[in-house]
């Protein structure tokens, strides 16, 4: 079993950038994959990135060139660097680590907000 926690969410105006991160604890998370979804006010929860155990990443079109995944097992953290904030990236960030052998873990998300 694995638990995950975000943090670092907040305020920020466009143009502006923020990191969020995942921070797991309970299990061996370099076993685990991770990625993080986002879900704005009135819509269903969207899949933003991920990276593998093995370090490969994957983007959503919509961050490509703003948004970066990474992690460090050694402090069992995932990081989400975002770049060039705009409005519509306003959702709750939610990160979720998973493994084939293993249910999907979900923390209670990090509200991030971008606005003038």
């Known amino acids: 079993q694995i638990q995950v926690v975000e943090s670092g969410g907040g305020l920020v105006q466009p143009g502006g950038s923020l990191r969020i991160s995942c921070s797991a604890s309970?299990?061996?998370?370099?076993?685990?994959?991770a990625a993080w979804y986002r879900q704005a006010p009135g819509e269903e929860r969207k899949f933003v990135a991920q990276?593998?155990?093995?370090?490969?990443?994957h983007y959503v079109d919509f961050v490509k060139g703003r948004f970066t995944i990474s992690r460090d097992n050694d402090k069992n953290i995932v990081y989400l660097q975002m770049n060039d904030l705009k409005p519509e990236d306003t959702a709750v960030y939610y990160c979720t680590a998973f493994a084939p052998f293993s249910k999907e873990y979900w923390g209670q998300g990090t509200q991030v907000t971008v606005s003038s």
């Open positions: 990276v593998d155990r093995g370090g490969s990443t």
């Open positions: 309970g299990s061996i998370f370099s076993l685990y994959h």
